[in-house]
């Protein structure tokens, strides 16, 4: 018998294969795996490779497709033979597999379904050097250390690697164990090189030492965070047991309890507020500390806690202090002070706390947010203030519900814990600037809380309860009603500030506007003195707005400069002088005897401004240290005071040329010119109304930015003076119908509208017609219906002001006007003469007048 010789496997393989595509990871040589096959094309490879050979090539595949080609195949890829095959339910197979030896596509057989190929087998290279052997040491070694601290290494993995005995294999089996990126994995099946594929091998095995030091240290640190809050938890347990024992409160959570319940008690809560309260006290104390609802439900009882729910007794007041702190704060505001003074009164009467609702309507700057304090401080309560401006979310007032996260409170019911008060002041400013959003109409949301029907059971939609608001004074401020909802203007009681005159400012600049600036650049009280014209200059012609805030701002300006000029002087003065002599009372003044100068130590006139004039006739500053002063020390002496005196002439030099010149006076100086009277946000103001006739058709244009009312009113207008020329002073109609007219409003820039024009056209339209001027300087304000008749109009009182701006001195107004004559100070009207018409047959007769 023959001796016959035993043929490895890996050396009868074939030389076509079909190949099997894996989505996942390559699969190396020398590994028995199991691996499940779905894709039926697939399916019928893994059925015939069984019923011959059982051999099959697989080949990772270059990117995802379920029904991929050769194309879509990496080049080299490992033989396997088939060792067995389990069928699925669901059609697919699951096939455990040896793989045997890399191979490469030469040439395709058949491109898809199925995959079939011409392949060529590879052999490895170098893997019996000494430096093979080393590398192979140096593998098992890593690996042990990394299976020791990783828990996803079996033991079957550590036998495996150790009885293996080919050093390519064991860097075959190392690389399909480790946590390798799949590409990655395909370029070590492609190396033939041993010692290059156990390099690469070993530089993937020290990454993955490293993330396992990382890991170990995550893990570490996690283990100590758990063991420090479990050690916390028990230390906790044991000092809530001890106190428990010594009848002590038992923890944080305990204590809150005990105070919310006792805060609660004391308010004597019945009906709706107490169950609610007592069924969110009972959910607190159940909660566990731990659990997101704890703070919510924790916030919502601090919040009802420190609210004032108890009644608040009427307190002790007194009318004439009260009237005394609204007259020192404030100049005028006559219909405001009554007005208080009034509320008080009917508060000592009734011996209660109950509120009132006031809204102040007047330009910016006349005082509305300023008074607001000066009333709290009248009737002795706190003061809170916020503004409505551009507020677009009904939220803002009635505030979140609890279901949204950061949920907190509206205005009215956070002011209310700000002042521990159930009857403070409150001012709501420029609640005539509230807009309108997807999230809400805030006017709406203030019905109920200006409304003096429901306020007393308002319901915050975060507290969800009713808090009786009826107690607090409500004061708002807007610049205008024109965008205000009528029924939020309904619930209040409306005040009219109108704008202050000359005098008004001058008056308000001496007892308030002057003593601030002063103190707030700088300067001492009574160092500045102003004559009576220089006020009288900055009112009319750098602050002619209605409000005093120009006014004031012009007053820091000229403080400021003064504070410069003092202080470059002093610093010059101390340059100049050698050593620290001087006396501290020494008087010092500029011009002495013949007008020399008598020292060194004495002011230069040159170096004194235009503006510094002393209080006599001669042009000298008086520099006296002002007697027992304290401040700044400058050396050993003290900084004298200087006082100055400022006339027109230095107005002018600090704030430069008048922005509004006095001499231009809004006069009707041609036929076609006339001069009405306007109400803005601002105030009052004059407005000139300009008409022209062109030769052309018959016609009427309007220009001026006029809104839909004034252009409405200059078609009556042009109807009613077109009927009144033709019929009683016998203009031809030829003449209207070869000429066209066109109606101006000067300063076109700005939006012009309202009903109070018509006349004031009509007048203009008739002047025109007519070839007439109009008499003397008159101006008018009323509108005008298509019969003639002169209808009412609003803000006389701005009006008036606005015309004796303008030096005017006669006002034709609307009959029925007369009733808000008695609302106008006669400090306003006086040298005024108001002609009241009730027809525009009155209105020509007095601006023009039959000759």
């Given at each position: 018998m023959s001796d016959q010789s035993v043929i490895p496997i890996d050396q009868l393989l074939p030389n076509k294969l079909p190949l099997v595509a894996l989505m996942g990871r390559p699969i190396f040589p020398g590994i028995f795996t199991p691996i499940m096959i779905g894709n039926p094309n697939d399916v019928k490879i893994i059925d015939d490779a069984v019923s011959g050979d059982g051999l099959i090539g697989l080949v990772m595949q270059i990117s995802e497709n379920e029904n991929p080609a050769i194309d879509d195949l990496y080049k080299v890829g490992t033989a396997a033979k088939i060792v067995k095959k389990i069928n699925l339910p669901d059609g697919g197979v699951n096939i455990f597999i040896s793989t045997l030896k890399r191979f490469k596509v030469k040439k395709t057989l058949s491109a898809s379904n199925p995959i079939l190929a011409a392949v060529e087998y590879l052999e490895e290279e170098g893997d019996d050097t000494n430096e093979v052997k080393a590398l192979t040491r140096a593998l098992i070694s890593e690996m042990k250390q990394i299976s020791e601290n990783n828990p996803l290494f079996s033991e079957e993995m550590r036998l495996n690697m150790i009885n293996i005995?080919?050093?390519?294999?064991?860097?075959?089996?190392?690389?399909?164990?480790?946590?390798?990126?799949?590409?990655?994995?395909?370029?070590?099946?492609?190396?033939?090189?041993?010692?290059?594929?156990?390099?690469?091998?070993?530089?993937?095995?020290?990454?993955?030492?490293?993330?396992?030091?990382?890991?170990?240290?995550?893990?570490?640190?996690?283990?100590?965070?758990?063991?420090?809050?479990?050690?916390?938890?028990?230390?906790?347990?044991?000092?809530?047991?001890?106190?428990?024992?010594?009848?002590?409160?038992?923890?944080?959570?305990?204590?809150?309890?005990?105070?919310?319940?006792?805060?609660?008690?004391?308010?004597?809560?019945?009906?709706?507020?107490?169950?609610?309260?007592?069924?969110?006290?009972?959910?607190?104390?159940?909660?566990?500390?731990?659990?997101?609802?704890?703070?919510?439900?924790?916030?919502?009882?601090?919040?009802?806690?420190?609210?004032?729910?108890?009644?608040?007794?009427?307190?002790?007041?007194?009318?004439?202090?009260?009237?005394?702190?609204?007259?020192?704060?404030?100049?005028?505001?006559?219909?405001?002070?009554?007005?208080?003074?009034?509320?008080?009164?009917?508060?000592?009467?009734?011996?209660?706390?109950?509120?009132?609702?006031?809204?102040?309507?007047?330009?910016?700057?006349?005082?509305?947010?300023?008074?607001?304090?000066?009333?709290?401080?009248?009737?002795?309560?706190?003061?809170?203030?916020?503004?409505?401006?551009?507020?677009?979310?009904?939220?803002?007032?009635?505030?979140?519900?609890?279901?949204?996260?950061?949920?907190?409170?509206?205005?009215?019911?956070?002011?209310?814990?700000?002042?521990?008060?159930?009857?403070?002041?409150?001012?709501?400013?420029?609640?005539?600037?509230?807009?309108?959003?997807?999230?809400?109409?805030?006017?709406?949301?203030?019905?109920?809380?200006?409304?003096?029907?429901?306020?007393?059971?308002?319901?915050?939609?975060?507290?969800?309860?009713?808090?009786?608001?009826?107690?607090?004074?409500?004061?708002?401020?807007?610049?205008?009603?024109?965008?205000?909802?009528?029924?939020?203007?309904?619930?209040?009681?409306?005040?009219?500030?109108?704008?202050?005159?000359?005098?008004?400012?001058?008056?308000?600049?001496?007892?308030?506007?002057?003593?601030?600036?002063?103190?707030?650049?700088?300067?001492?009280?009574?160092?500045?003195?102003?004559?009576?014209?220089?006020?009288?200059?900055?009112?009319?012609?750098?602050?002619?707005?209605?409000?005093?805030?120009?006014?004031?701002?012009?007053?820091?300006?000229?403080?400021?400069?003064?504070?410069?000029?003092?202080?470059?002087?002093?610093?010059?003065?101390?340059?100049?002088?050698?050593?620290?002599?001087?006396?501290?009372?020494?008087?010092?003044?500029?011009?002495?005897?013949?007008?020399?100068?008598?020292?060194?130590?004495?002011?230069?006139?040159?170096?004194?401004?235009?503006?510094?004039?002393?209080?006599?006739?001669?042009?000298?500053?008086?520099?006296?240290?002002?007697?027992?002063?304290?401040?700044?020390?400058?050396?050993?002496?003290?900084?004298?005071v200087e006082k100055f005196t400022l006339d027109k002439r230095q107005i002018e030099k600090y704030l430069g040329k008048p922005v509004f010149s006095e001499d231009v006076i809004k006069k009707a100086e041609k036929p076609g010119m006339s001069v009405g009277l306007a109400w803005t946000s601002m105030g009052g103001d004059t407005l000139v109304i300009e008409a022209i006739s062109l030769p052309g058709k018959e016609g009427l244009t309007l220009t001026g930015k006029m809104g839909d009312t004034m252009k409405e009113s200059a078609t009556i207008a042009m109807t009613v003076a077109h009927k009144m020329a033709a019929e009683k002073y016998g203009v031809a109609g030829e003449w209207f119908e070869k000429n066209h007219i066109h109606l101006h409003i000067p300063e076109g820039a700005t939006p012009k509208d309202g009903p109070s024009a018509g006349i004031t056209m009509a007048v203009a339209l008739l002047s025109l017609m007519r070839n007439r001027i109009i008499t003397g300087n008159m101006v008018m304000t009323g509108e005008l219906s298509l019969t003639g008749q002169v209808l009412p109009i609003g803000g006389l009182k701005e009006k008036t002001v606005a015309a004796r701006r303008n030096k005017a001195r006669h006002i034709i107004i609307p009959k029925q006007n007369l009733r808000d004559l008695d609302e106008i100070p006669d400090h306003v009207k006086k040298g005024l003469e108001f002609h009241p018409v009730e027809r525009f047959e009155e209105v020509l007769a007095l601006a023009l007048p039959d000759s």
């Open positions: 005995d080919h050093p390519g294999k064991i860097a075959d089996f190392i690389a399909s164990i480790l946590n390798i990126d799949k590409a990655e994995q395909q370029k070590i099946l492609e190396i033939l090189n041993v010692r290059k594929r156990m390099e690469q091998v070993l530089v993937f095995i020290k990454k993955e030492q490293e993330l396992l030091r990382i890991q170990k240290r995550i893990q570490k640190e996690i283990n100590e965070k758990i063991e420090k809050s479990q050690r916390d938890y028990f230390l906790k347990e044991e000092l809530k047991a001890i106190k428990t024992e010594l009848g002590m409160v038992s923890d944080a959570k305990s204590s809150e309890y005990q105070r919310f319940k006792e805060k609660l008690d004391a308010f004597a809560f019945s009906g709706e507020i107490k169950e609610a309260v007592d069924q969110e006290l009972e959910k607190f104390n159940l909660m566990d500390p731990n659990s997101s609802e704890f703070i919510v439900t924790r916030n919502y009882l601090d919040w009802i806690v420190s609210l004032p729910w108890k009644e608040t007794v009427p307190g002790l007041f007194d009318l004439a202090s009260a009237q005394k702190i609204l007259e020192d704060d404030h100049y005028g505001l006559k219909d405001v002070k009554a007005r208080i003074v009034e509320y008080l009164a009917v508060r000592k009467l009734r011996n209660d706390t109950r509120g009132s609702i006031i809204c102040l309507v007047g330009p910016p700057g006349v005082g509305k947010t300023s008074v607001g304090k000066s009333i709290a401080r009248a009737l002795s309560k706190e003061f809170f203030r916020f503004s409505v401006g551009g507020m677009r979310d009904e939220a803002e007032i009635k505030g979140h519900r609890r279901t949204y996260i950061g949920a907190m409170p509206g205005k009215i019911i956070q002011g209310l814990k700000i002042v521990k008060t159930r009857d403070p002041v409150f001012m709501i400013d420029e609640i005539d600037k509230m807009g309108q959003s997807y999230q809400g109409d805030p006017s709406s949301a203030l019905l109920e809380v200006l409304d003096p029907e429901q306020n007393n059971s308002f319901r915050d939609h975060y507290l969800d309860l009713p808090f009786d608001v009826s107690h607090v004074f409500f004061i708002v401020t807007a610049n205008t009603l024109d965008t205000i909802p009528p029924p939020l203007i309904d619930r209040m009681e409306l005040i009219q500030l109108p704008g202050y005159i000359d005098t008004e400012k001058l008056e308000i600049a001496r007892r308030y506007l002057i003593p601030k600036s002063l103190l707030k650049n700088g300067l001492k009280r009574n160092q500045v003195k102003y004559s009576r014209d220089s006020l009288i200059h900055i009112a009319n012609g750098y602050a002619r707005e209605a409000g005093v805030r120009n006014f004031e701002k012009n007053l820091d300006k000229i403080h400021r400069k003064l504070a410069k000029f003092i202080v470059e002087k002093d610093e010059t003065s101390d340059t100049a002088r050698p050593g620290t002599g001087g006396s501290k009372n020494a008087q010092v003044k500029t011009g002495g005897e013949n007008g020399k100068t008598p020292s060194s130590a004495a002011v230069s006139q040159a170096a004194i401004p235009q503006a510094v004039v002393s209080q006599t006739a001669a042009p000298q500053v008086a520099v006296i240290p002002a007697a027992g002063a304290s401040g700044p020390s400058l050396g050993a002496r003290a900084a004298p």
